[in-house]
């Protein structure tokens, strides 16, 4: 089992270029979900998938988009990427029947010059 | 919505003295509560998690936690640490209307001095 996993693990950007975050998990898990964490502001909810072919905005969706690919792979895409989109970002996905578990990836450091 | 609050951005305590790092959260229907410890460069990793029965939570490390509902409040309680409990703490809270929703507190970074 390789859990969740991420990439890249590290991603520098100029102002209005486009990339997309890769996830992946393997523990057959139904919710998925982004996160970006910024210094003193915790981890912010971008966006979650409770199955596959569904998603839902968290608190800081705007300039960004995702999609649940399948139930294994959920994406994060920045269209026009900017400064303030410098942060770690977070990939998880919960396990729900009886423990409730969320299990995160390694993180991807993205900087946006 | 919920809402999670940690009023203690950062604690510094003497090793081998008790902590207590607050976590207080805002929800309009019972909630799950979590709370995860994020060591330097690293991931996040489950400290102690509420469902559910009772209200004391033992989780790892040493660590529990008491949920509280009158005062909406989870606090996380360690007797004596060490100083390879210096980390980032954070509190986490799900809905159990929405439980695919975790939304995550500040984080109190605790800091133990030799």
């Known amino acids: 089992n390789a859990g969740v996993t991420q990439t890249p693990k590290f991603q520098v950007l100029k102002t209005g270029q486009s990339m997309t975050l890769q996830c992946a998990q393997d523990?057959?898990?139904?919710?998925m979900y982004w996160y970006r964490q910024d210094p003193g502001m915790g981890l912010r909810l971008i966006y979650y998938?409770?199955?596959?072919?569904?998603?839902d905005k968290g608190e800081v969706p705007n300039g960004y988009n995702v999609s649940r690919l399948n139930k294994r792979e959920f994406s994060l895409r920045l269209e026009s990427a900017a400064p303030s989109q410098t942060s770690v970002y977070f990939c998880?996905?919960?396990?729900?029947?009886?423990?409730?578990?969320?299990?995160f990836g390694p993180g991807t450091r993205l900087t946006v010059t | 919505a919920q809402s999670v609050t940690q009023l203690d951005s950062q604690v510094p305590v003497f090793e081998e003295a008790p902590v207590e790092l607050r976590c207080n959260y805002s929800?309009?229907?019972?909630?799950?509560l979590f709370w995860y410890v994020q060591y330097p460069n690293q991931g996040l990793q489950l400290l102690l998690k509420?469902?559910?029965?009772?209200?004391l939570v033992k989780g790892i490390n040493g660590f529990e936690a008491e949920f509280n509902k009158s005062q909406t409040s989870f606090h996380l309680r360690k007797p004596s640490v060490h100083i390879s409990d210096t980390a980032e703490y954070f509190c986490?809270?799900?809905?159990?209307?929405?439980?695919?929703?975790?939304?995550f507190g500040p984080g109190t970074s605790l800091s133990v001095i030799p």
């Open positions: 509420y469902l559910s029965g009772s209200t």
């Open positions: 523990m057959n898990h139904n919710s």
């Open positions: 998938s409770a199955s596959e072919g569904t998603t």
């Open positions: 986490a809270v799900a809905e159990r209307t929405s439980y695919d929703k975790v939304i």
């Open positions: 998880a996905s919960i396990i729900r029947q009886g423990r409730y578990e969320q299990y």
């Open positions: 929800s309009s229907v019972s909630v799950y």
